[in-house]
């Protein structure tokens, strides 16, 4: 397993692969939602790349770049489970030297859900992504349905700017409280993650309502709201049901395919999580 710091080693390293590489970008301190991916990549691709960076651009002023949880030690012995053949772990002032100048702004199924509350979350995404998918030129990138609307906007710049990239959707990895698995989970205390399966408990709650045929949007989304709101320390962000196609919020019937997720700010930690209901 290389570790690869700068862009030009990358280059060099890339000419020497023929055949299919998969890429699965983080930003580090990895958990088993992270490994899945490599895992899938491996089974895929001749080639497996996996980047650690966290992406200053996609935290607004007041979130939590500066205690982002980060271990990359740690991370590569992770990694050496699996074939990994390079991690590609670059410096900030490498991705944006100080003449930074060009963003990308996907402009559709960015605008709702988290772009709603963080209005530039999107825009530093997609611009690391693409900046990546230049650098790393993989035939096939791995992404977590965790993120499910990072899933669509990243699918839909592909679409749009012609990258010859496969986007491999991956099933969201959870505890076996229910609670999904992420880097933000280091932040809160036992007590505080046990009772963060509240979030699994609310939307799997939503998806049997529909599944058993409630198809009112007041009824469910109330319904999922109060599951959450029992737990003292939880505060909604939002809890929206949306169309898993256009991720366009329902408003009085809910009559296809439904993506029910929600922002909780457990114990001072956002959270996201989501779950689909198919109707076919
Ligand atoms: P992050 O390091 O949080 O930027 O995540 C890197 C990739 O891992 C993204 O594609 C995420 O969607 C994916 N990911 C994070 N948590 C999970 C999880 N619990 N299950 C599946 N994929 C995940």
């Given at each position: 397993?290389?570790?690869?710091?700068?862009?030009?080693?990358?280059?060099?390293?890339?000419?020497?692969?023929?055949?299919?590489?998969?890429?699965v970008p983080t930003m580090g301190a990895l958990h088993k939602g992270h490994l899945s991916l490599v895992e899938k990549s491996n089974q895929y691709c001749d080639y497996t790349i996996?980047?650690?960076?966290?992406?200053?651009?996609?935290?607004?002023?007041?979130?939590?770049?500066?205690?982002?949880?980060?271990?990359?030690?740690?991370?590569?012995?992770?990694?050496?489970?699996?074939?990994?053949?390079?991690?590609?772990?670059?410096?900030?002032?490498?991705?944006?030297?100080?003449?930074?100048?060009?963003y990308i702004n996907e402009t559709d199924v960015s605008l709702g859900l988290e772009g709603k509350s963080r209005p530039t979350f999107f825009r530093g995404v997609a611009t690391i992504?693409?900046?990546?998918?230049?650098?790393?030129?993989?035939?096939?990138?791995?992404?977590?349905?965790?993120?499910?609307?990072?899933?669509?906007?990243?699918?839909?710049?592909?679409?749009?700017?012609?990258?010859?990239?496969?986007?491999?959707?991956?099933?969201?990895?959870?505890?076996?409280?229910?609670?999904?698995?992420?880097?933000?989970?280091?932040?809160?205390?036992?007590?505080?993650?046990?009772?963060?399966?509240?979030?699994?408990?609310?939307?799997?709650?939503?998806?049997?309502?529909?599944?058993?045929?409630?198809?009112?949007?007041?009824?469910?989304?109330?319904?999922?709201?109060?599951?959450?709101?029992?737990?003292?320390?939880?505060?909604?962000?939002?809890?929206?049901?949306?169309?898993?196609?256009?991720?366009?919020?329902?408003?009085?019937?809910?009559?296809?395919?439904?993506?029910?997720?929600?922002?909780?700010?457990?114990?001072?930690?956002?959270?996201?999580?989501?779950?689909?209901?198919?109707?076919?």
């Amino acid at each position: 397993m290389k570790i690869i710091t700068s862009v030009e080693e990358f280059r060099t390293f890339r000419h020497t692969l023929q055949g299919s590489v998969g890429f699965v970008p983080t930003m580090g301190a990895l958990h088993k939602g992270h490994l899945s991916l490599v895992e899938k990549s491996n089974q895929y691709c001749d080639y497996t790349i996996v980047s650690i960076f966290v992406n200053p651009q996609q935290f607004a002023e007041h979130e939590d770049l500066d205690t982002y949880p980060q271990n990359i030690d740690h991370d590569i012995k992770l990694l050496s489970a699996f074939t990994v053949d390079a991690v590609f772990l670059p410096h900030s002032h490498m991705m944006y030297p100080e003449n930074y100048s060009t963003y990308i702004n996907e402009t559709d199924v960015s605008l709702g859900l988290e772009g709603k509350s963080r209005p530039t979350f999107f825009r530093g995404v997609a611009t690391i992504v693409s900046k990546l998918f230049n650098i790393v030129q993989p035939s096939h990138s791995f992404f977590g349905e965790k993120d499910a609307q990072q899933l669509r906007v990243i699918s839909k710049m592909v679409e749009d700017l012609n990258y010859p990239i496969d986007i491999v959707p991956c099933p969201i990895i959870r505890e076996d409280s229910g609670l999904a698995m992420s880097s933000r989970n280091k932040y809160l205390n036992e007590d505080a993650k046990q009772k963060a399966s509240v979030i699994y408990r609310a939307i799997s709650h939503g998806k049997k309502l529909l599944k058993n045929g409630e198809k009112n949007y007041s009824i469910i989304k109330d319904a999922v709201e109060k599951i959450i709101l029992a737990e003292e320390l939880a505060d909604i962000d939002y809890v929206s049901i949306a169309s898993s196609k256009t991720l366009k919020e329902f408003s009085t019937t809910i009559d296809e395919d439904a993506l029910i997720s929600v922002a909780v700010n457990f114990d001072g930690v956002r959270l996201i999580d989501n779950i689909v209901h198919s109707s076919g």
